[in-house]
């Protein structure tokens, strides 16, 4: 038995941050933001809209693409660095918004690399036998973890979900997950506060290297892509498209070049939305699936890359 993907959805707030707007608040160009990241735009919740209402808006555009009910759903995993609440878990709130309470429904904390385990997560779920219909979502509200006068920060981050719907299937969908962390890095990329440690004066911000999480991001991507095809003993020719963590257009044109792809086999949506950690994968795919360019039958390989530092690949046949 494998896990295959159904439906794909994604969700994206009303309001829009242009690099114009952030012109007027901080030292920077749209020039600038453009050549070092690639970045036009990036999304904002509105006051009060959350990450699970978010994820509620993906995870429906997933069912709803798949043709299945939500009453078919036996798991839910939800990917997110920005919770509702400390507990209970964004799955569980999410479970009871689609009405399909039972199965087990929890979140994952692996930042912007989280879709990835998530996803992995729930491919052994289904290979064990263990779900039958698995629900991923990536969602976040990262405009509430950033310093909007770090012009080091603010220009990258926006906030958005993506679901995807895995249903087990007696065909190969997803053929190989790759996950890894290395702990070294924790000071490189990081929220400034949380509950254990206590919150920090003038609220918890992402904190980051930026020069320096650039050049790992490329190192460790470069290599879990070799990685992948290597344990499948496939040519880097057989990828039809790479559906990368947009993060920065510098980091994605690296990762292509590796795989000697052309840009035009790479979604990239980063000029949209800019950076949304757990949501970016499965909104490239979304973007992807629904203006046709992916299509049944074809080799796509996913990955991502984030703080503590974590990263991860997978390897699915659409
Ligand atoms: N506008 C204008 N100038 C800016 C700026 C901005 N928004 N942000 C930084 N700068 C300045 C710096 O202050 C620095 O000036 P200095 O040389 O006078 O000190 C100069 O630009 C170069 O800064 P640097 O940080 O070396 O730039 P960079 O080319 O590395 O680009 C990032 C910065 C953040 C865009 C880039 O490092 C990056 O994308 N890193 C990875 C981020 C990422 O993907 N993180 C998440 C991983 S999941």
Redesign the pocket.
Known sequence: MYSRIAGTGSYLPAAVVSNADLEQR????DE??RE??GIQRRHRAAPGETTVDMAEHAARAALLAAGRDARDVDLIIVATCTPDLVFPNPGVMLQKRLGCVGGPAFSVEA??SGFIYAMSLADKFIRAGESKCALVVGSETLSRITNHDD??TA??FGDGAGAVLLEAHAEQGIISTHLRADGNYQDL?YCSGGISRGHAPGGDHIV?A??E??KM?VTMLGRIVDETLAANGLPKSAVDWLVP?Q??I??IQATAKKLDMPMERVIVTVQEHG?T?TASVPLALDAGVRDGRIKRGELLLLEA???GFTWGSALVRY
């Open positions: 901080m030292e920077t160009t600038w933001i070092r990241t930042a912007c012009r080091g220009i990258l990329l980051m930026g020069s999480v650039f991001a963590h993060a920065n510098r980091i950076n950690s890359f984030g703080g």
